[in-house]
């Protein structure tokens, strides 16, 4: 595709994409260059959890970027001491480190737990994980993954990832040995197809984690940073985890992500961990933005209601078209399809006109909505009305 005078083909080719070019955005609105409007329920993959451009970190960036960008990770800067400070404040963590994707905070609490179990735990090093689990790109982290066919795909793995089954006790019991040190999983598994871990099997792994002496870490790269209407999605279980990672929503759409531990676990020491970007202001000051908006009185609330609100339309989609369910918690949720027609529904969303909506199928035969947690009840029933039309029209014949 030509876009002015080059050639989109510059770009290394890594996945499809349709003939079109985003040029600007605002709240739940995309605009491409024709100035179609597309409605959007994917925002980055839960990433702008305040919208296109929300006025907060259009702001932040302006405000930071010309006050100072990155004094290097070696001094401190107010930004990263600020943005810590609220996620300590308003979590059961102590200390937070910063890097740049989801992937790579999974990678530090990786290094911490092997850490931590080289110096309690006699050298053990095994994570416990779970099919269909998603924990990012980088190496380790495939290998952290459950996806299948991950396992060969770059082959040899990262070893000491051995898998469970979701909501599965005695599949996790089944694994526990002289060598393990963590049990890591996302509290709704995301990629997987929007998957809750029960509040009773999270309970009890805290419990049986406790029992042996094992760290429990939450990715909670997709369903922290409010998505799932509390602020950590762990919350809804009541459990306190001994490491979290977040991504996504904690930059608003910018490249951020964090660490948490609680001190106890804190043995990082100098040279263990590092990264040229760690912290920078100019992330760390929309992160602070993010949060404050996200703490402000109400706004919680507010997304649980809208989440519960779009289940509610969702679940009429269901009986009207004979559709299987709807799954998820606050505004991660999911439509599972009677069939695989999830890749012609995204497709034929995009195509609509005169106004386009984005929609995100991680499996055939289920969509996944990911909206900002600010969009309105008017835009889910703009959404639902556009998908309804689309059912029916691709429907059996
Ligand atoms: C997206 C995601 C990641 C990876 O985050 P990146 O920023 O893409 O590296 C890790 N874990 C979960 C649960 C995710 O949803």
């Not at 050639?7 to 003939?19: G, H, K, Q």
């Not at 609100?309 to 599972?336: C, D, F, P, S, T």
């Not at 199928?361 to 959404?383: G, K, Y």
């Amino acid at each position: 595709m030509q876009y002015g005078e080059f050639d989109a083909n510059s770009l290394m080719y890594i996945t499809n994409r349709p003939e079109l070019v985003f040029v600007r955005g605002s709240g739940s609105w995309l605009y491409d260059e024709q100035d179609k409007a597309y409605l959007d329920f994917v925002q980055g993959w839960a990433v702008n959890c305040l919208g296109h451009c929300p006025p907060e970190i259009s702001e932040a960036l302006a405000t930071q970027g010309a006050q100072l960008i990155n004094p290097s990770p070696a001094f401190y800067n107010g930004p990263a001491i600020e943005l810590a400070g609220l996620l300590t404040r308003h979590s059961v963590f102590d200390r937070v480190f910063f890097a740049n994707t989801g992937a790579e905070a999974n990678e530090g609490a990786i290094k911490l737990a092997r850490k931590w179990g080289r110096l309690n735990r006699d050298g053990a090093y095994e994570i416990i994980t779970f099919e269909h689990a998603f924990h990012g790109r980088t190496l380790a982290t495939m290998s952290a993954s459950g996806k299948p066919g991950w396992d060969t795909l770059f082959a040899p793995q990262v070893p000491g990832f051995p898998k469970a089954r979701l909501n599965d006790l005695d599949s996790v019991k089944a694994l526990i040995g002289p060598k393990t040190v963590a049990v890591m999983l996302e509290p709704v598994q995301g990629e997987g197809g929007v998957i809750p871990a029960e509040p009773d099997f999270l309970q009890a792994l805290r419990e049986l984690t406790r029992e042996h002496g094992l760290l429990l870490i939450v990715d909670e790269v997709q369903t922290g940073m409010g998505r799932s209407g509390r602020l950590f999605a762990h919350e809804h279980a009541g459990i306190e985890p001994d490491i979290m990672t977040l991504g996504k929503g904690i930059g608003g759409g910018v490249p951020l992500s964090a660490l948490l531990a609680r001190e106890a676990v804190c043995c990082f020491e100098p040279g263990d961990q590092g990264g040229t970007y760690n912290g920078n202001p100019l992330m760390c000051a929309v992160g602070a933005a993010v949060m404050r908006r996200l703490t402000s009185p109400g706004f919680l609330d507010k997304v649980d209601e809208t989440g519960r609100y779009l289940g509610a339309a969702l679940n009429e989609l269901v009986a009207r078209h004979g559709l299987v369910g709807e799954r998820g918690q606050g505004l991660l949720r999911a439509l599972i399809l009677d069939d695989d027609r999830g890749p012609a529904l995204v497709k034929g969303a995009l195509e609509h006109s005169p106004k386009g909506l984005l929609l995100n199928s991680p499996r055939p035969n289920l969509l996944r909505f990911m909206p900002s947690l600010t969009v309105s009840t008017a835009e889910i029933d703009e959404m639902i009305g556009l998908l309804d039309t689309l059912l029916h029209a691709t429907r059996k014949a």
